[in-house]
Structure formats: C-alpha cells, structure tokens
C-alpha cells in the first residue's frame, strides 16, 4: 500500500460499487444487525403495502403515501450507501495490498541448516516453523524471522518507504513481513505465521470490515439507540389511541411517518459508518489494529510512555557548543576539532565536523596537509590526525584524551567537563600535541516541535513519561527540554513493566511503543500497545497495533485517531436527537391540527399544508444521512484542547446545530414540495 | 404578586439553607460516623439489629442481596397493610365501624404505601379506621421512605466505591433512616403541627349543627403524626380526604409554609450528601442546581398561568385580580397553592392544598411535566436522587463520547452495562403513562372514570397514570380512580414506576463499585460546571419532552389552546 494513494471521499470508484451494495445490503437478514435501520426497513414495507391498497382500493391519497413511503426506503438505502462506501474505500486499499499476493513458488529448505538444499513449493503450503530461501528478487509470502544471511528488504509495498531496510538475523531487526521484496543477497526466513494469518491479511481483512467486530462504546450506544427506538415505538404506537380518545382521525401513514423521524436514524444509519472509517484512517497513517477495541482505547489513554531515543530526541547525540580553554581562540579550537574528526565516521563524529564546518571560512581548513588520520575507534574513544608539519591533533573522551595528553589536567578543563556532564551531555576533549585545547559540547537533540506537542497532550489530559536508559541526571536534563511531564531513567524492561502496573493500579490506561523482545511483556500489559514494524515477531505479538513505519511518534496519532472516532459518534448521535425538536413541531401541528384547530399555533415553520409538512420532515430525515456521509467517513473536526472546550464548541456545533438546521432545511423543502405541488 | 414573590424566593433560601446541613448530617449517618444524635440513637440501633440476629455493624451486601432485602421486606409489608386493611372491620380502633376494603382497593392502597406513592383511591375518614391509619399507613410512610433513602445511599456508594463488591448493608440503612433522620424530625414536626392545631386523639367523629341548622360530622383522629412523616417521607397521603386543603391538616400560613418546606426538604439535602461523600461538594452542587432551574421553571409556569386569571370567565363579574382561584382555599391564594403544586409534584409527595383538576392547562402541564420527566426535580426521598443519577449518566454517556474519550462520571467509565440498566429504566415512564395511559383510554368503561370530555379528560386520565408511574400520588379531583381496573392497572404501574427503577439502579450501583476509579485530568468530562447543569437540564427536558410532547399536545395545549379560542371541557 502506498501513502501517496489517496481516494477523495467521492471517487466514483468507490461511490459507484456502493450504490449497488447498498441495495444488497436491503436484505432483512442483513438489516437485523442495526435494529434502528431494521425497523425503518419494516415501516417502508408498511407504507408500500398501504400505498398499495390505497392504489387498488382508489381511496385515501395514494400520491402522498406513495411518496412517504419511498422516501422512507431511501432513508434505508441512504444509510447503506454510507456504509457501504465506508466498506468500499478499504476494500480499494485491501486490493492494493491483495495484488502483492500473488501466489508464488518458494524455496523451502529441505534440512533446516543446509542452504543449498531446497524444494520449490507452492506458498499456500507453508507452515510455521518451516524454513525458506529468500534471494535477490524474491517475494517473502509470509511473515516471518530471519535466521541467516543478512539482506536489503524493499518494503514499500507496506510501508511506503522506498529505501530499502536492512534484515538480518539475530537482533532487533530480525523480523520480515509477508509481501516485501528482497533486493540483494539473501535470507533463510522462518515462517512465523501461515499464508492467511499474516499481517498483510489482517490488514486487508480489517480494512474490508469483514472481521469488524463492535466496539465497547459502540456496543453501548447501540444499547442506548435501541433504548430510544422503544421509547418512541411506544409514543407513536399509543397516539392512535389517545388521537380516537379525541375524536379525531390520523392516517396509519402520517404515524408511520412520525415514527421514522422520531427514530434516531441520522445516527442509527451512519454508526457502522464510523467505525469502519476510524479503522481506515488508522490504516492510512499505516498502523495496523489487531481489534477496534484497542483503536478505542486509544482515545482514553491517561499516560503516554515514549522512548527517548527516535521519539523525543534524534537518535543520535550532536555537537552543540565549543567551550575553548582561556587563551584558545574558538576559531582555533573549530579547526582543530574539524581536522580531527575528519577520521570519525560515527554519526557523533559527522555532528562535531558539521558543527565545526559552520564557524570555518567555506566550511573547511585549508592549507593543511595531513600525513596520517587516526580513525575513532572504541578502543581508543578517540580519533585524530597527524599533519605534515608534525602537529598531531587528537578529538575523543574526556578521559582518553587526558590520557593521550600525559594525565595533564587543569582546572579549567575540569570544571568545563564536569559541567556538561552534569547538564546531561557528553564532553569531548580536543588536544593537539598533547595539550587541551577546549571542550565539544555533545548532546541530545530534542526534535523541533516535540515541545509544542507535549503542551498539547497535557491539555488533552495526557500524561507523557519519557523512558530512557540514561542515568538520572541526563534524563532530568532532557526531559525538562523537552517538556514531558514525567521521566524513568536508568529504564530496564523489569522497571518498565513494573511503572506501567503502578499507572493501571491508580485507574489510568497506558499505552507504549516498543521494538525489541524485552519489550514485550510490558507491550502486552500496556492498554495499547504498539510494536514497531522493524521489530522482532515477540513484539509484534505482544502490541495490539502495529505501526508499519516504525515511528514512535505515531503514537501521538494514534491517540488523535481514537479521540476522533468517539467525537464523531457523539456529535452525530447529539445531532440526531436534537433533531427531533424541530420535527415535532413539523408533524405534531400537521397530525392534530384538524382536532383542535388551535394546534396550529405550533406550526411555527409555517409549513404549507399537513401533507407538505410530514412529507418536507421524512424527505428532510432522508437527506440529512446523505449530507452527513462525508463527515461520518472523515470523522469530525478535532483539534486538541481540554475536555471542557472540546465539549462546548461540539455542544454548540452539534447540539445547538442540530436544533436549528433541521428548522431551515424543513421549510426549505417545504417550500420545494409547494412549488412542486408534490403534497 | 410582589408578596408571592418574596415568598418563593424566602422558601427557596430556606430550603437551600436547610438542606445543605441536613445533607451533611445524613452523609455522616450513612457514613457511620459519629453525629449529636448518636450517644441517644446507637444503643437502640445496636438492639434492633442484634434483635434481627444482625449483629452491631451488619456487613455489606452484594447488590443483589441489597435489592432482594429490600423488596422481600417491602413484600412483607405489603402483605401485613394488606391484611390490615381487608380486617379492619374486626380489628379494634374503628369507632365509627368502618367496613373493611374490597380487594382491588385494597391491593390499590397497599402498594401505593409500600411504593411511597400514596395514591389515594379512597377518602381518608370514609374509610379507614384508626388502627388501619397508625399501624398500616402511617408504618408504611415510615418504611417506604427509609427504603428509599437507603436505595439512595447505596447507589451513591456504588459511585463511590472503589472495586468493592459491597454497597452497605440494606437492614442498616433502612434502621439507620429511620432512627437518624425520619423518626427525629418527625417528632418535632408532628409536635409543631399539634401545637398549631392539627388534632391528634382517637376520639370519634364529633357530630355539630351549622349556624343554617345543617348536622355536620367533623372527623377526628391520630392526625399530627401521620401528617408529619407524610410530608418529610414524600408521601403525600391525606389523613382526611381534602388532603391539605382541610384546615385539620393545614390549619395556619406558617404550617402551609413549613408543610411546603418539609416536603422538599429532604429531596433537596441528598445532593448534598451526595457532595460529601464523593468528597467534592461541586458534583453535589451541580445537581442542587439543575433541580432548582428545572423547579423554578415549573413554578414560574403554573404561577404565571394562574395569576394571570381565566380569560373564559373575564367577561364575568368575577374579580381575578388575585389570579384563577377555582379549586383553591381562599386563605392560601394563588402564590401558595403554585408553589404547594409544584413542590408536591416535584417531590413525589403528592398532598395537594388546591385542586390540580381546576388549574389552567398550563398550570396542570408543569405539575404533570414534572412527574413524568421521573420526579427528579428533587423527587421523593431517595428515589428522586436515584433517579436523577440515572439522568446524569445519561447525560454523562451521550455528552461524553463528544470530548473523546469513553464517557466516565466521577471517575467511573459508563459502559454497555450502565447503560442498558439506565435504558431499561428510563422505559417506565412511557410503558406505564403511555402505554397503560392509552388502555385506559382505548376502554370505554375505563375511560368513563374521567369526568370531563376532550383534552381535560384526556389530561385526567394522563395525571392518574403519570401520578402512579411517577410514584407521586397526587390527583385530579375529578377522576373517579376506585373501579377494579383502574385500581389494578394503577398499582401496577406503581409496582412498575418503584421497582424497575430501584432494581436496575442498585445494579448500576454494583457494577460502577466494583470498577477502577480513573483519576481526573484535563481530558476529563466537566461534571461540576454552569455548562454540564444546562446540558443535564435540557436532556431532562427534551428527553421528557420528546417522550410526552405528543400526548401533551393533545391534552393541556390542546386546552390551552381551546381556552384561548373561548371554549371549555
């Protein structure tokens, strides 16, 4: 799948086949599944067989109840199309995954460590456990671990990422997923899971919604739609009595009306809606979802644990200040560091010459010819150069250069060292011909714009804690640059766990991200839990989602994508019922007016005749899931903020919207049906 | 008018400054903690419980144990006030040898007491002995009211609590209500009443002759004491038929007031118990306040409706300057019967001291509005509490979703669970004043009972099935409720209106203890703000509404509406 592929939410590709799904989707069978549709479903038949009688007998107004009665099953058909749209964008994107699918023929080892001698098989029939050849070229059909050889892996297809990624086994990055290309030498792979079961096919089993189960909060509004569903059967079914009791008459077709509107289908008819395409907007920032459940719990979590490393910091420590000794010019001690590091090719070393580069003329020294590079290595921990001229300069740790330098130490250097040390950072001396010259100023770098969205979790109400290995006082130091609100230092897999059980413990839900195999008993206890693509199977097993990127900051997302999907159901289930105000005052003067005359008075729209009213009011429920659709497949607007402002721009956007639209749209269409003289 | 002003806004300080301490005092009773009233009241608690084999300090029960002791015991008393009023006519203290009650009134009038609706198929003197008034009615107002309160207490610990299977212990909480709270109130009340002229004797009824030579029978009897509980338990059931219109009952401004302040009074202190012991007196005062919005709504209508007179009789010589006075007691006026109408239907206490049947239509939808939204403006004792949280979690679920996170209300996450027992609930009040509403309509013998034709008949009917549902008891004079179907279908609906909302309460109650308590953060739903109080408010209201809108258009608008063309029912 790749990330560039972007349906727009009316692509006749999806539209299209939605439209004829959604009149399969009429089947009753079907329909049962969401009750509040269902009885809807039963009323249009009601008024097609009393539109019908009233054709064959000549009497009543067969035009009007006609008309009501069709408009009630596109009501039906409207909430198909919703959903079926919803179902139709991830089939697209399961498609795009299906084609890397093809059925292949693989190598499998016949002795497991000998390479040389391997059968061809179908991939259908590969079992766990099994042990296969992958070469230069070769699809990988399943997921799996790779036990030898090391090899580039083309893993666009999943992730989207066109450079390829290193496998290899043993480590952390031992892990290969079905549907990745190898591109040079090879792999023997380890099936761990069969044709069918792997992530590939649980993605394009999620994205279709075939293996869709309800949500908990979903479940619940269920429970809660269906409540009112009841609550307004009873109205509608015992205003026939009380209407006789008033000597007055109502058309069977008019109640039947009122009970559809009443109904909450608005929200009734676009749930399932919503829940598929949450799961969509999940797949498309490329985190897999092993259940929806784990989606949801997203939405609640209270702490946040996030790697230092990759996540809050670049991975790497960079050069960030020179500190000469007095009598050094910096300019002096930039050159000196430049031509040391020359010979240093860890990413440490590449920030010091970087850094350096900035405060030379043209970014180099020039004029120097150096006889002999001295390359850092971790024997040493320093690197250097010899030049022509005789001068050595030397660049490394404090302590081995001082070393280098005869043990000469003074108390400048001292208190410079100790210094950064103490701010968390990592000192590194530069001499030349065994004198200090100054002190290189290492440190994390804390990614720009972390800071801003740690402000905004906190007023979400989320906790971050940063987890690192680094002893406390380095941690102290980042983590208050950075601005969690929290830190474990000294982290170890035991320790790890051991936070996430005293978060739970006080009532919170905690969710992490993790790559490694000591990852994985705390991945499992944490309430989500996401494991790294690049990570090893164990830790892939023990998340509840996967993030095919590999970026720990997708957490943040995640969490985003959770809240959205709950805001969504929320606003349209408010929507829904706040629109019934309206429609009562649309079909309760309407019904009654005949009766008592005096009735009308509530007929503040000012709707043309009776007919009109309850026909504008059932054309109005109709349309209104149509107009909801893009909303329900992009969720609705979210923008972090406290619980407290969240609420009142969604009560006012919502709540006090849906009271006021469906006033509008009625005696719009209203005035429609009179201009048409359809009632 | 400038003086009925003044005096709502005095009873709405007064009962705000009595409620708020009286709260406090019950959350520490409930709490066991120590009270003044404790070196008095301990040792008899102690001996009544260790006379039930419960022991000093029962332990707390599982829910469903708390529900089964409270309807096996309400079972019992059910079957005693029954035998009671099928025998009174060979049981003693029946002076003017009272025969005994049919079975269908009889059935009727003990579940309208054991449910604490006090509906009233009967006239009090006609009927009912003196030993049937004391040992079965007057027990009743005591008992169903502490099994109230103590439903209340339960549930409120179930928010409370913190994975925790128990939610108190039934028997304590049902001793404990009665010797803390009722028995000691109702003592200085029902001393109060006698001392302001309510009779209390067993004497027979006294014969008179009117200055016009007519022979009157004055009714005599245990007055003081029956109608203090009734009052502080929210019953509601007379002692004399004209309930409190009769000055036996009623016989001063100052008891109509503090009969008025007694009636919401303990209604009103649970919100503050329920701040005490969630420890955070906001949630408490968050609730206090969206009763009192929903109340003064209330009153505001039926006030304004009657002051401003009955256009139907303006072309009369009729002085209306001191509003609508038909169906009222002149020494109360217009300004008190209001605001006794719309305490009594708030709270489902249910005395009257004017005739709802002859307020103007808007003036009987307020009343009959705030019964059937579920009595929670501040409702009767414990019920009304219980069934406001009910409301709240509503609220909390369907506003909750919309800031992101699975809905929780104090920490506790409401969940598929919570939310069918709610649901199960909150379809009462259709079933019961829709549902059986509309047989009584549809049955033309049935229907006969209400006296008046169109809309007004309608409303007569809708108020008896609202009153019984909503277990208030109150009535329109006019309705004739004692026939053996509306005696039956009324007292299910009593049955209904009571258990179906105590049973799926008490196992929110147990299902919400024993879950984590998540700690509040910035993500977490405001339950304490002006914003939530207006949320909860208008979902009471539009949820009430869009329930009884229709039927309501067809009763007091229709009415309403009819009166304002000039016609009448």
């Not at chain 1, 009112?228 to 109502?250: D, H, K, N, Q, W």
């Not at chain 1, 007023?459 to 006082?473: A, F, Q, S, Y």
Request: include cysteine; proline fraction near 5%; hydrophobic fraction near 50%.
């Amino acid at each position: 799948m790749s990330k560039t592929q972007d349906l727009s939410l009316l692509d006749p590709r999806i539209v299209r086949p939605a439209l004829g799904a959604a009149l399969r989707k009429l089947d009753p069978r079907v329909m049962a599944r969401n009750p509040v549709m269902f009885v809807t479903e039963v009323v249009a038949a009601l008024s097609s067989v009393l539109f019908l009688r009233d054709v064959a007998a000549g009497g009543g107004a067969p035009v009007l109840v006609g008309q009501i009665a069709a408009w009630l099953w596109f009501t039906v058909y409207f909430a198909n199309v919703a959903e079926a749209m919803a179902e139709g964008r991830g089939k697209a994107r399961a498609d795009t995954l299906r084609a890397t699918r093809t059925d292949t023929l693989v190598k499998r080892l016949l002795r497991p460590d000998d390479n040389a001698l391997h059968e061809n098989v179908s991939a259908e029939a590969l079992e766990t456990g099994d042990r296969i050849l992958v070469e230069a070229g070769d699809l990988i059909p399943t997921d799996g671990e790779v036990v030898d050889g090391i090899a580039s892996v083309d893993e666009s297809a999943i992730t989207g990422e066109s450079a390829p990624v290193i496998r290899e086994s043993g480590g952390d990055r031992s892990s290969v997923t079905g549907g990745t290309r190898v591109v040079s030498d090879a792999i023997v792979v380890r099936i761990t899971a069969r044709r069918g079961e792997s992530f590939l096919d649980r993605m394009i089993a999620l994205v279709e919604g075939a293996e869709r189960q309800k949500t908990p909060n979903e479940v619940a509004l269920n429970i809660l739609l269906i409540g009112m569903t009841l609550i307004f059967l009873m109205v509608v079914a015992t205003l026939e009595p009380f209407v006789v009791y008033s000597g007055a008459f109502v058309p069977v077709v008019f109640l039947v009306a009122l009970l559809v509107t009443l109904i909450p289908t608005t929200i009734g008819g676009l749930l399932s809606a919503i829940g598929i395409a949450g799961m969509d907007r999940l797949v498309k920032a490329n985190v897999v979802a092993k259940s929806g459940r784990a989606v949801e719990a997203a939405g609640d979590i209270d702490t946040l644990l996030l790697d230092k490393t990759g996540t809050i910091t670049f991975g790497a420590r960079r050069a960030d200040a020179f500190h000469p000794l007095p009598g050094i010019a910096e300019a002096d001690l930039a050159a000196a560091a430049w031509l040391a590091s020359r010979a240093d090719e860890t990413p440490e070393g590449r920030s010091v010459l970087d850094y350096a580069a900035k405060m030379l003329p043209n970014g180099v020294v020039a004029g120097v010819e150096v006889a002999e590079e001295i390359a850092f290595s971790a024997q040493t921990r320093l690197s250097g150069a010899d030049l022509a001229d005789g001068t050595s300069l030397r660049k490394g740790a404090a302590d081995a250069v001082i070393a280098w330098c005869g043990g000469s130490r003074s108390k400048p250097l001292d208190e410079i060292v100790e210094r950064i040390a103490r701010s968390g950072g990592t000192p590194l001396v530069v001499a030349r011909d065994k004198r200090p010259l100054g002190v290189i100023h290492l440190k994390d770098i804390v990614k720009p714009g972390i800071r801003e969205r740690f402000a905004e979790l906190r007023r979400m109400g989320v906790r971050t804690v940063m987890i690192t290995g680094d002893n406390p006082l380095t941690a102290a130091a980042i983590a208050a640059e950075a601005g969690v609100d929290d830190f474990l230092a000294e982290a170890t897999p035991e320790n790890k766990l051991e936070l996430i059980r005293k978060e739970q413990a006080a009532g919170k839900l905690v969710a992490m991200c993790g790559d490694g195999s000591n990852d994985a008993p705390a991945l499992a206890q944490a309430d989500v839990g996401v494991a790294m693509n690049t990570g090893t199977p164990a830790a892939k097993e023990a998340g509840n989602l996967i993030d095919l990127d590999s970026d720990p900051t997708k957490l943040i997302e995640i969490v985003m994508v959770g809240k959205q999907l709950l805001i969504s159901r929320g606003a349209l289930t408010t929507f829904s019922i706040a629109n019934d105000v309206a429609k009562y005052f649309a079909i309760l003067p309407a019904l009654f007016v005949t009766a008592y005359p005096g009735l009308g008075a509530l007929n503040v729209m000012g709707l043309a005749s009776p007919g009109s009213a309850i026909l504008s009011a059932v054309i109005f429920n109709a349309l209104v899931i149509i107009a909801l659709i893009p909303l329900a497949l992009r969720g609705v607007r979210y923008a972090p903020a406290s619980a407290a402002e969240l609420l009142r721009r969604n009560l006012l956007v919502y709540g006090l919207g849906g009271l006021v639209v469906p006033f509008v749209g009625i005696k719009a269409i209203d005035l429609l049906v009179s201009v048409l003289a359809l009632a | 008018m400038a003086t009925d002003l003044l005096q709502f806004v005095l009873y709405v300080v007064a009962l705000t400054a009595l409620a708020w301490p009286l709260g406090l005092y019950m959350a520490r009773v409930f709490s066991g903690e120590r009270t003044w009233l404790t070196p008095v009241v301990r040792p008899v608690e102690r001996g009544l419980l260790r006379a039930c084999g419960l022991g000093a300090e029962p332990a707390g029960q599982h829910w469903s144990r708390y529900a089964l002791a409270a309807l096996a015991f309400n079972l019992a008393g059910w079957l005693v006030l029954y035998a009671v009023l099928r025998l009174q006519d060979v049981l003693p203290l029946n002076p003017q040898d009272l025969p005994r009650l049919t079975p269908d009134l009889a059935f009727n009038t003990a579940v309208s007491f054991v449910t604490n609706t006090n509906w009233q198929a009967y006239g009090g003197e006609t009927t009912m002995s003196y030993l049937s008034q004391m040992v079965g009615l007057t027990v009743q107002n005591f008992v169903s009211a502490a099994t109230g309160i103590a439903v209340a207490v339960a549930v409120v610990r179930g928010v409370v609590g913190r994975e925790t299977r128990a939610i108190g212990n039934f028997w304590a909480d049902l001793v404990r209500s009665i010797l803390y709270l009722l028995l000691p109130l109702s003592i200085v009340f029902g001393l109060f009443l006698v001392w302001q002229g309510v009779p209390q004797n067993l004497d027979a009824y006294v014969e008179a002759t009117t200055l016009e030579g007519v022979r009157q029978v004055i009714a005599q009897g245990p007055a003081a004491a029956q109608i203090a509980i009734k009052q502080l338990g929210t019953n509601g059931g007379g002692f004399f038929n004209a309930n409190s219109a009769v000055p036996y009952e009623n016989p001063t401004p100052l008891t109509n007031f503090v009969e008025m302040l007694a009636i919401l009074l303990i209604p009103a202190a649970f919100p503050f118990l329920f701040g005490r012991m969630v420890k955070d007196m906001r949630q408490g005062v968050a609730i206090f306040a969206a009763m009192l919005v929903l109340f003064l709504g209330a009153l505001a209508l039926t006030y304004g409706s009657e002051i401003g007179g009955n256009p139907l009789l303006a072309d009369l010589p009729v002085d209306q300057s001191a509003g609508s006075l038909e169906g009222k007691e002149v020494r109360f006026g217009t300004g008190n019967s209001a605001l006794w109408a719309t305490a009594t239907t708030a709270a489902s206490n249910g005395s009257v001291n004017a005739m709802h049947d002859s307020f103007k239509p808007l003036a009987m939808l307020a009343p009959m509005l705030q019964i059937q939204t579920g009595e929670v403006v501040f409702g009767g004792v414990g019920s009304g509490f219980y069934g406001m949280l009910a409301f709240v979690l509503l609220t909390v679920f369907l506003a909750g979703l919309m800031v992101g996170r699975t809905p929780e209300y104090l920490g506790k996450k409401i969940e598929a669970r919570e939310v069918k027992l709610a649901v199960i609930a909150f379809l009462v009040m259709p079933l019961g004043v829709l549902g059986f509403g509309a047989l009584a309509a549809a049955i033309p013998s049935a229907a006969a009972s209400a006296p008046a034709a169109g809309p007004h008949g309608l409303s007569e009917i809708l108020y008896a099935y609202s009153s019984a549902t909503g277990n208030n008891g109150s009535a329109f004079a006019g309705f004739s409720a004692n026939t053996v179907f509306h005696n039956t279908l009324l007292g299910i609906a009593m049955l209904l209106g009571r258990y179906v909302f105590i049973v799926p309460m008490l196992a929110v109650a147990g299902s919400l203890a024993a879950k984590k308590t998540v700690p509040a953060s910035a993500g977490t739903f405001p339950t304490h703000t002006m914003l939530f109080v207006t949320l909860l408010v208008a979902v009471i209201l539009i949820i009430g509404g869009l329930t009884f809108f229709p039927v309501l258009a067809l009763g007091p608008i229709a009415e309403h509406v009819a009166m304002l063309a000039g016609q009448s029912f």
